[in-house]
């Protein structure tokens, strides 16, 4: 009888170790784990675990980062494009708990992204936005690179 290992959790915590995302890293986590493009709660909650690390990762980290939050949010919702009260609440206290420029590029992209989201959502990103966190502006170029 086999069963399936959630080899993310082991990697990403090997990650965290290492104290550093590099480039191939990222290339391995596309092809290997989401390589279907399934982004699962857990996943995703892995993903922020790196972004909250406050690690010296390689460029990729972030768009992968970004990338990956958004299939989650937005591209896996029902229906697609729609950001659910339940999901933008959780990806608000991600956020929060990482105060990172990953973090901060993952919520603008969503807002970029969907074609619905709470109103106090976007109250909330706008709020985040203009809140001084440091990198806000580097934020901003990596959503739009």
């Given at each position: 009888m086999g069963f399936a290992i959630d080899r993310?959790?082991?990697?990403?915590?090997?990650?965290?170790?290492?104290?550093?995302?590099?480039?191939?890293d990222v290339a391995w986590l596309r092809r290997e784990v989401f390589a279907g493009r399934e982004v699962t709660r857990e996943?995703?909650?892995?993903l922020f675990a790196v972004a909250r690390a406050d690690m010296n990762n390689a460029p990729e980290w972030t768009e992968f980062f970004?990338?990956?939050?958004a299939e989650y949010v937005v591209r896996q919702a029902e229906p697609t494009g729609v950001v659910s009260?339940?999901?933008a609440a959780w990806l608000l206290a991600r956020v929060d708990e990482c105060k990172?420029?990953?973090?901060l590029a993952a919520l603008i992209n969503v807002l970029a992204?969907?074609?619905?989201?709470p109103q106090w959502?976007?109250?909330?990103?706008?709020?985040?936005?203009a809140a001084g966190w440091s990198g806000a502006g580097a934020a901003r170029r990596a959503t739009t690179a």
């Open positions: 993310s959790r082991t990697i990403i915590s090997a990650m965290i170790l290492g104290r550093r995302v590099s480039g191939q996943a995703a909650d892995e970004v990338e990956m939050i009260e339940e999901r990172s420029v990953e973090a992204e969907a074609r619905s989201v959502f976007l109250a909330g990103v706008k709020e985040r936005a």
